[in-house]
């Protein structure tokens, strides 16, 4: 069993930046693929970024490509989302998730342990 804690949401104006935490109990953080979904109100929820367990494949949504930026560190048990160039449209709940053990980044249904969320809301 995983849980997962997100932090480092909040208000920011358009281009501004946000990093987003999200710490993993367990001792068997590496093994799992990690990603970061969004649900904004009254749309379904999507993946925006994911990071394979062995941290050497990404994926991004077209829309927050080389705007977001993924990564991991195994020694805290950590993953982040870093997210620049910020814009209204990325206003949403944004939501850690991790994947069964060695499981596919890519693939939605793979991830199986999910955070509370963490509102971030970009103003015009």
């Known amino acids: 069993q995983v849980q997962l804690v997100e932090s480092g949401g909040g208000l920011v104006q358009a281009g501004g930046s946000l990093r987003l935490s999200c710490a993993a109990s367990?001792?068997?953080?590496?093994?799992?693929?990690m990603g970061w979904f969004r649900q904004a109100p009254g749309k379904e929820r999507e993946l925006v970024a994911a990071?394979?367990?062995?941290?050497?494949?990404?994926y991004y949504k077209d829309s927050v490509k080389d705007r977001f930026t993924i990564s991991r560190d195994n020694a805290k048990n950590t993953v982040y989302l870093q997210l620049n160039s910020l814009k209204p449209e990325d206003t949403a709940v944004y939501y850690c998730a991790a994947t069964g053990a060695y499981s596919n980044y890519r693939i939605p249904y793979e991830y199986k342990y999910w955070g509370q969320g963490t509102q971030v809301t970009v103003s015009s």
């Open positions: 990071l394979s367990w062995s941290g050497s494949n990404t």
């Open positions: 367990g001792r068997t953080f590496s093994r799992y693929a």
